[in-house]
């Protein structure tokens, strides 16, 4: 079964980036965006697995949908990503789908 993560991360060229990797992966399945009202109905009407967060969102906006992921898709791990390669970001993923 693919794990599915929704990767929200403003900079379009780094999002396109990160689900390719994602893609590269046949037990994830990656989608993006860099809106975070679409986010929250993406989080609201489906089950993710992860959550993904990358650059460009303020603080505010990273509590605001960590905030809604606790409230509105508990069983959705939050996971902060702002760079580091491709082995850090599976790393990542690995570590929050055990």
């Not at 990797?21 to 489906?46: H, Y």
């Not at 905030?67 to 082995?87: A, R």
């Amino acid at each position: 079964m693919q794990a599915k993560i929704l990767v929200l991360c403003k900079h379009d060229g780094i999002r396109e980036t990160i689900l390719r990797l994602l893609g590269n992966n046949a037990d994830w399945q990656g989608i993006g965006t860099n809106n975070l009202f679409e986010a929250k109905q993406m989080l609201g009407s489906d089950n993710f697995d992860i959550a993904l967060l990358g650059n460009g969102f303020t603080e505010a906006e990273e509590s605001e949908v960590t905030e809604f992921v606790n409230q509105h898709s508990p069983g959705t791990k939050t996971v902060y990503h702002y760079g580091g390669g491709s082995g850090l970001l599976s790393a990542e993923i690995y570590q929050a789908l055990a």
